[in-house]
C-alpha cells in the first residue's frame, strides 16, 4: 500500500478517534472541541478548516444533547423565546467574522481560542459557587434586556469559534434566577443548537456559493459517526467517571495545547 495511502488511513483514524474522545467529553463536561480541533490541525489543515469541519462534526451531539434534555424545557418558555433570538443573529455574525478572517490572521488567533476556551472551563466551578451566593434576582425588562445582549456576545464567539459557551451560558442562566441544573442546561443545549445551527449554515453557504474547501467532508463523514458513539459511550460513563475529573483533564490537555500553539506561532 502506497505510504500516502497509509498516512490518509492513519489521519482519518486520528480524527475519529478524537472524535469519538469529543463526543464522551460534551455529554459528561462540555469541551470536546478542545481535543477535536487540535487533532484536525495537527493532520495539515488550517484553522478555518479545522475550525468548520470540527463544528460540522460534533453538532449531530449537540442534537442528541437537546434530545436527552427536551423535558427538562418545560416551564421555561419565556426563557427560549427571548434568549433564542440573540442566539441565532449572533451565532450568524460571529461565523460570519469567521469566514472573512484571513487564514493567517485566524492562525495568529489560534492559540488565544484555544486559551480563552481552557480558562472558561476552568472557572465553571468557582463561578457556579459565586453565582449560588448570589442567589436569584427579579427579572426586570432591563435586566432581559442584558440577558439577550450578553447572549448574543456569547452568540458571536460561538459562531467563531465555540469551545466554552456552556459555562457562559449557565452562568448567565444563573444570574437570571434559574436553579434546576437540568432545566438550565436543557435551555444551555437547546441555545448551542441555535448557535451551532446557524454558524453550520453560514460555513455550508460560503462552501457552496463561493469559497469551497473549509469543509473536508470525508472527515465529517467519519468524525460525526465517531462523535455520536462517543456520546452515547460518554453518557454511560459520567456517574463512574465524574464532571469534575473529566473536566480537570480537558484543562490540562487546553492549556498544554494552547502553550505548544503559542510556542509554535510565536516563538518557530
Not at 10 to 35: D, E, H, K, R
Not at 141 to 155: E, P
Not at 166 to 175: C, H, T
Not at 215 to 233: D, N, P, S
Request: hydrophobic share 55%; proline share 3%; charged share 10%.
Amino acid at each position: 500500500m502506497p505510504i500516502a495511502q497509509v498516512t490518509t488511513v492513519l489521519q482519518v483514524a486520528t480524527v475519529m478517534a478524537a472524535a469519538f474522545v469529543a463526543g464522551a467529553i460534551n455529554s459528561i463536561a462540555g469541551g470536546g472541541t478542545l481535543v477535536s480541533f487540535p487533532a484536525l490541525l495537527g493532520i495539515g489543515l488550517t484553522g478555518q478548516q479545522a475550525n468548520v469541519t470540527s463544528t460540522l462534526a460534533l453538532w449531530p451531539g449537540s442534537i442528541g444533547g437537546f434530545w436527552g434534555h427536551r423535558e427538562d424545557l418545560v416551564g421555561i418558555r419565556e426563557f427560549a423565546l427571548r434568549l433564542m433570538p440573540p442566539s441565532l443573529i449572533g451565532g450568524a455574525l460571529g461565523a460570519w467574522l469567521m469566514l472573512v478572517t484571513p487564514q493567517e490572521v485566524f492562525n495568529q488567533l489560534v492559540p488565544w481560542l484555544i486559551l480563552v476556551a481552557t480558562v472558561l472551563l476552568a472557572v465553571n466551578d468557582p463561578v457556579n459557587k459565586i453565582l449560588k451566593k448570589l442567589g436569584s434576582h427579579d427579572r426586570t425588562t432591563g435586566w432581559w434586556i442584558g440577558a439577550m445582549i450578553f447572549q448574543f456576545i456569547v452568540g458571536i464567539y460561538g459562531g467563531y469559534f465555540g469551545a466554552g459557551i456552556g459555562i457562559l451560558m449557565l452562568a448567565a442562566l444563573s444570574l437570571l434566577g434559574l436553579t434546576d441544573i437540568h432545566q438550565m442546561n436543557g435551555l444551555k443545549n437547546l441555545l448551542a443548537l441555535c448557535i451551532n445551527g446557524i454558524a453550520i449554515f453560514a460555513f455550508l453557504a460560503m462552501e457552496f456559493l463561493r469559497h469551497p474547501g473549509n469543509v473536508q467532508w470525508m472527515i465529517v463523514g467519519f468524525m460525526a459517526v465517531a462523535a455520536g458513539l462517543g456520546g452515547l459511550f460518554g453518557s454511560h460513563m459520567a456517574h463512574r467517571v465524574g464532571r469534575k475529573t473529566v473536566r480537570i483533564g480537558v484543562v490540562s490537555i487546553g492549556f498544554i495545547l494552547s502553550a505548544w500553539y503559542f510556542y509554535k506561532t510565536y516563538a518557530v
